[in-house]
């Protein structure tokens, strides 16, 4: 059956305004656009759509892109004329909504994992070079009477049947061997939407992982794949498919969907912060159980981003704190002990912890972490302490009285430290 006329009315109408123009200034240079990839798969599917929309160009891009700069005030994020291809940008009721603009190409591996020396090509052939048979397919847009409407449709591969059997199939046997960020890709989707694996698909997984081609990869595609993988809604949903394909020990070594880490993930997803980056705690969590030789292995092997390889050289710690937050401490001494803490380590400790000490986590954080003495450095001063470190070792040991209740108000404070100077 062909949806098309279905999918251009299932498009929200803001989108559907911004491709009407789009299109319309595309056909005036008579340039033709093909809707293709993950926005037609999440149409049919009835999911929401990405903030990432993929569009073929039959035509020339860097006019076209010109064009959506200079008319509806587009922000060129990237151009690579070469390739003919342009990330454009467009702000839509404050958010902002990514087209990638490409020319029809077909793409030629000359060896495996590397990435592809691209050549103009037909749009069947631009389909054919896609990953999975629910990812290759294009709609054409085009004006009748002023108005967006659904040209021809390309389904080569059967995606639209795929997708109603929930099935992920790979288009070709070369696939994973010219791109094995296939793998990761294919068990993102995998988990997000439900699919299940096409039997000649699962042995294609299971020929490339026995063949190693993920280790041909480097270490920053890898690492790119995975920093998407923790911007899923279900990680662990997304972490028991990696490790059913057998997909997670040649990802991260020592990882595995357990009971535990399910609950926390859902202590998670119940209450989840809203102060932090959500990925970088979902990490914390998901590493919570690493041993010391795998969370060090994880460091070396990935080039990952400071927060991210901080919180991994905290997790230890973190699980050492855990036992001594359910024992018997004062406030000072709990401040002490989670101060030297990101707010994310604390976030992953709160989660991945149960009852008092989860309790204090978020205690600390919520109350303590903020909380403001009722004198400062300079107020310090003019009691008569000279400027030096004296003046910080008073404002530590001010705020153990503070916070264990010894001290209370202004008054008070300014009394203590004219009797303890
Ligand atoms: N694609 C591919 N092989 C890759 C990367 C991308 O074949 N290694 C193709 C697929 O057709 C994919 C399209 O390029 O649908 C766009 O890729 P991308 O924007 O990364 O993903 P989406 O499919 O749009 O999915 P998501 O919802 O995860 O963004």
């Known amino acids: 059956m062909n949806p098309s006329y279905q999918l251009i009315s299932l498009l929200p109408p803001p989108l559907s305004n911004l491709l009407e123009q789009v299109t319309l200034l595309a056909n005036q240079q008579g340039t033709a656009l093909w809707l293709v990839g993950g926005v037609i798969r999440d149409l049919l599917l009835g999911v ?18 010109a064009a959506l700069v200079a008319e509806l005030g587009a922000n060129l994020r990237a151009a690579h004329p070469e390739f003919g291809t342009a990330s454009l940008a467009f702000d839509l009721d404050g958010a902002a909504v990514v087209l990638d603009l490409a020319r029809a190409r077909r793409e030629v591996y000359p060896q495996p994992a590397v990435l592809p020396v691209v050549e103009p090509a ?9 990953d999975f048979s629910v990812n290759a397919m294009a709609l054409e847009l085009r004006i009748v009477d002023g108005h967006l409407c659904a040209g021809e449709w390309h389904d080569p591969f059967a995606g639209q049947a795929d997708l109603s059997q929930r099935c992920l199939r790979l288009l070709h046997q070369q696939s994973l061997r010219d791109d094995p960020t296939r793998l990761l890709r294919g068990v993102r989707l995998a988990a997000r939407l439900s699919l299940h694996l096409h039997p000649a698909t699962q042995i294609q997984i299971r020929h490339a992982l026995s063949q190693g081609y993920l280790g041909l990869l480097s270490p920053e595609r890898i690492l790119g794949e995975i920093c998407l993988a923790l911007e899923e809604p279900q990680p662990l949903r997304l972490l028991a498919h990696a490790d059913a394909w057998r997909l997670t020990p040649q990802i991260v070594p020592g990882l595995h969907a357990t009971p535990h880490l399910a609950a926390r993930l859902a202590r998670y997803a119940a209450h989840p912060p809203r102060s932090v980056v959500l990925s970088q705690v979902v990490a914390g969590l998901l590493c919570y159980d690493l041993t010391v030789d795998d969370l060090h292995a994880l460091t070396q092997r990935y080039p990952l981003p400071s927060p991210f390889a901080r919180l991994l050289s ?17 406030p000072s001494q709990i401040d002490q002990l989670l101060r030297p803490y990101s707010d994310v380590a604390i976030h992953v400790l709160h989660y991945a912890e149960t009852g008092i000490a989860a309790q204090r986590a978020m205690h600390y954080l919520e109350e303590m972490r903020p909380l403001r003495l009722p004198l400062d450095g300079r107020d310090i001063q003019r009691l008569g302490i000279a400027p030096g470190p004296a003046i910080g070792k008073i404002l530590a040991e001010l705020r153990t009285a503070y916070l264990d209740g010894v001290i209370q108000t202004r008054e008070q404070a300014e009394a203590w430290v004219i009797n303890n100077r």
């Open 314 to 330: 905290d997790v230890p710690r973190l699980r050492d704190l855990g036992p001594q937050l359910h024992t018997d401490l004062c």
């Open 48 to 65: 929401p759509l990405g903030r990432d929309l993929d569009l073929v160009v039959e035509g020339d891009v860097a006019a076209l892109s």
């Open 122 to 130: 037909t749009l069947e052939e631009d389909l054919g070079r896609r």
